[in-house]
Structures are given as structure tokens and as C-alpha cells.
């Protein structure tokens, strides 16, 4: 019913930046939330940044200062400008949606993910 599909990894060096984009598609479904998770090897799945209803915004400590959200839930839509990027946010980035249909069913769905490495 909803594909999510994220883009925008890299390799980049300390101090780089990233802007990393997700679109989900579909239909009969409306989007409560979109943002963005990420893992890194060893770990657990962490989130990074998200877009929730009425259009408040939620960041992890560890990138209050350096990442920036946006986008659009209605249309499907979310970004994240990735500054001043540093080893530690190696990791897999995951886009995740969650929506509900005409019935109030919920659903969370996510995307492949798109591999972020920061290295020198």
C-alpha cells in the first residue's frame, strides 16, 4: 500500500555535509509522522530526527545542533541537512512513515535505508 524510498548517503569527511532525501507513496493513506532512524554496526537502531503531527519537530541530543528536518507529511515528503558530520554518525539511515487509512488502521512502514560513511 505505502513504498518508501530514501536516497542521499555518501562518503564524506569530517566536518562534510549531507542532505538526504524520502519520498513515501501510495494511496488511501494519510501520514502522521515521517523521519529518520539510523544503525550502526553493533547497535541499535536509534532515532535521529522526526516530523510529527502539527508540524513539531524531535531531534536526538547527539545532532540537536548540527542536522536540520524538513519536508512536508501531506505530501510525502522529508528531508535531512546532515552538517558537520562526524565519524560517530556512521550508520545505515532508515526513512520511516507511519499513516493511517480512511478507518484509522495504522501502519509504519520503512524504507531500505541509505548507507551514511564519515571518514577521513
Known amino acids: 500500500q505505502v513504498q518508501v524510498v530514501e536516497s542521499g548517503g555518501g562518503l564524506v569527511q569530517p566536518g562534510g555535509s549531507l542532505r538526504l532525501s524520502c519520498t513515501a507513496s501510495?494511496?488511501?493513506?494519510?501520514?502522521?509522522?515521517m523521519g529518520w532512524y539510523r544503525q550502526a554496526p553493533g547497535k541499535r537502531r536509534e532515532l535521529v530526527a522526526v516530523n510529527r503531527i502539527g508540524g513539531r519537530q524531535e531531534y536526538a541530543d547527539a545532532v540537536k545542533d548540527r542536522f536540520t528536518i524538513s519536508g512536508d507529511n501531506a505530501k510525502g515528503t522529508v528531508y535531512l541537512q546532515m552538517n558537520n558530520l562526524k565519524p560517530e554518525d556512521t550508520a545505515v539511515y532508515y526513512c520511516?512513515?507511519?499513516?493511517?487509512?480512511?478507518?484509522?488502521?495504522?501502519?509504519?512502514?520503512w524504507g531500505k535505508g541509505t548507507l551514511v560513511t564519515v571518514s577521513s
Open positions: 501510495g494511496s488511501s493513506f494519510d501520514i502522521d509522522s
Open positions: 520511516n512513515a507511519e499513516v493511517h487509512d480512511t478507518r484509522s488502521f495504522g501502519a509504519d512502514y
